[in-house]
């Protein structure tokens, strides 16, 4: 692969890295981080590189992406990384994140996140304080939890568990 160019000047680039950026250095979860430099990185690939060697990614079938999509369920709260996931359904991280995508309608990491708020509405309706809660399914923080909970389910944790309340 090679550049031609050293300065890239299109506004799709500098957007995805700029989220590339602000997720690294944020507090995100590491998929959400490495999800947003892999799109930057391919989106960087496709418009400004050329390949003197095309290769095909392997194929992937249904059952590669089941089984990543059971390893975050099943391990949805610790903080996985995309080389994780790709080692585990055989796939490179670019081919896993496009396949996953495709076949599961989400981003690896928007569907770990939607896992997480899933257990922390049960977890609420337990009882159990709402800082817990978002410790409990992997967010850094309460502000993190409570910012992504409302953006799902359209109320604040603690209005959610007040509701359920009465």
Known sequence: MAFGAGVVAETAVYNALVRAHD???SRDARLVSESRLLAALAILTAHHASWAVVRRPKASSA???????????ARYAEDLSIADLAVAAGLSPYHLMRQFRRQIGLPIHAYQIQRRIEASKQLLASGLAVVEVALDVGFADQSHFSKRFKDLVGASPASYQRCLRG
């Open 63 to 73: 059952s590669n992406i089941r089984r990543v999509k059971e390893l975050i369920d």
């Open 23 to 25: 997720a690294i250095t």
